[in-house]
């Protein structure tokens, strides 16, 4: 057999999984979903929900993938051989795939308007036809398709490349790039006419605004945002050697992701207000609003706002791909691992199979928009079967094989790297009361309580 690869060093190994959380989750799905639970309050509830409770799941994924060194199926079956925790390790395997595909379509989104802000499409005098740009674009049936397929390929490229060699190597410099970006970012909008109200948006709390499914809302943004529940962040773990410190990395990692959707959320938010949008406009918020943006306040300085849109479209891009390598790898993994395939092989295996799932998935905001499963169409029903369901069951599933399953000493041992790093085991009683008790009780809570109503 042979070696299996490693992440080289401690900075490889957080900044790949940083590059795994950060991405669409962060700068697409985190602005909008904090302007539909109105604000600050529901930012608070956010951080809260990280740390308590997708931080304990983020740890038992590492713990089990490092303690194993294998992907998910094959880790489920070295730590519970012939037990039905094999249904958790088969899964985690086709999860990823399901989010894989829609997500590419709105990766091929943001590549199409990277190429919109190149060829210098958002301008003052057609500000307003901007803002039905992304409608006409994403309903019609062919430039989506191909800019999906750009996406997957770079993404299988990458992948294809191996984790020293394409993971790792993207997202060391990836992540701090992405990091100047946004900031830049950021201050553009932040320094707009009239951007005063969207800062005072972002840090001043109503509480009144917060409706019991925030909280549902809160953590599920949080999972997908840190990449939970469906072995992603196991399969990096596998490739993390045993004298890492991962209660580290993995808090390294769950806070530069909030700290990259705190900034994102100042670059969009000051931007939507300064326009005069409400917050609250959905998923088209980083696709409408912003070329529009880009387009009005292109009228003083045209330069500068289009150095701006092409900024913003490839801070998404790349951000958005640094993620999907994460996803495409956890079925690479079983695939080399358990079907004994090459790399080469596994990776235009799933590149196909992304591939029709992402067609599908794109045509659904065109001519398949009327093709209905439980009442949504096939981009909605990935998402939601993803993000409501998949995702929570396996957090949750996670949490309680580590809590309950797992012998205890054997959790602390890999916590501690067998008892050597101090300040873990000094943690310890905290972080084992969180991964036993607090994260399963209240997910299941909320899970439940999201079911009924
Ligand atoms: N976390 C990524 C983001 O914020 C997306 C992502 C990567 C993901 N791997 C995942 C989401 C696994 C859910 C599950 O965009």
Not at 371 to 387: E, H, M, P, W, Y
């Amino acid at each position: 057999m042979t070696q299996r690869e490693h992440f080289g060093s401690r900075a490889a190994v957080i900044m790949a999984m940083a590059g795994s959380a950060i991405g669409l989750g962060n700068i697409w799905r985190f602005p909008f979903i904090v302007g539909e639970y109105g604000g600050a309050a529901f930012i608070l509830v956010y951080i809260i929900c990280c740390f308590l409770l997708s931080l304990p799941i983020m740890l038992s994924e590492t713990i089990i993938g490092r303690r194993t060194h294998q992907g998910t199926f094959g880790a489920m079956n070295a730590l519970a051989p012939g037990t039905a925790w094999k249904w958790l390790g088969l899964l985690t395997v086709l999860s990823p795939l399901i989010i894989l595909s829609y997500y590419s379509v709105v990766g091929g989104w943001s590549f199409a308007f990277l190429c919109k802000a190149l060829a210098l499409q958002f301008q003052p005098d057609n500000a307003e036809s901007v803002t039905a740009m992304f409608g006409t674009f994403s309903s019609s049936t062919w430039w989506p398709l191909v800019c999906m397929m750009v996406f997957l390929f770079l993404t299988a490229l990458i992948v294809y490349f191996g984790v020293n060699k394409g993971i790792e190597r993207f997202s060391k410099v990836s992540i701090p790039v992405l990091f100047v970006l946004i900031v830049i970012i950021a201050i553009y909008s932040m320094t707009l006419p009239g951007a005063g109200e969207g800062v005072r948006y972002l840090v001043k709390p109503d509480f009144s605004k917060l409706t019991p499914d925030a909280y549902a809302a809160a953590l599920g943004q949080s999972f997908f945002s840190l990449s939970l529940g469906v072995g992603t962040m196991l399969t990096y773990a596998s490739y993390v050697r045993k004298d890492e410190n991962i209660l580290l990395s993995g808090t390294g990692t769950a806070f530069f992701d909030l700290l990259f959707a705190i900034l994102a959320g100042f670059a969009v938010m000051p931007a939507v207000f300064a326009a005069g949008i409400t917050p609250s406009s959905g998923p088209g918020l980083v696709f409408e609003t912003l070329p529009f943006i880009f387009a009005k306040m292109g009228a003083g300085a045209q330069v500068i706002s289009a150095v701006v849109s092409i900024l913003f479209f490839l801070t998404i891009l790349v951000a958005a791909l640094s993620s999907s390598i994460s996803m495409m790898e956890v079925g690479v993994a079983y695939l080399v691992e358990e079907k004994k395939q090459s790399r080469h092989n596994a990776t235009i295996i799933l590149f196909l199979i992304t591939l029709v799932v992402g067609i599908l998935c794109s045509l659904s905001f065109g001519v398949l928009s009327d093709v209905k499963l439980l009442g949504n169409t096939i981009f909605n029903f990935c998402d939601r079967l993803a993000s409501n369901f998949l995702m929570t069951i396996g957090a949750l599933l996670f949490s309680v094989f580590v809590g309950w399953k797992m012998d205890k000493a054997a959790v602390k041992d890999e916590l501690t790297n067998g008892g050597k790093i101090k300040s873990s085991g000094k943690l310890f009683p905290i972080v084992y009361f969180l991964i036993k008790y607090v994260a399963p009780v209240t997910i299941a809570a909320i899970f439940i309580i999201g079911l009924l109503g």
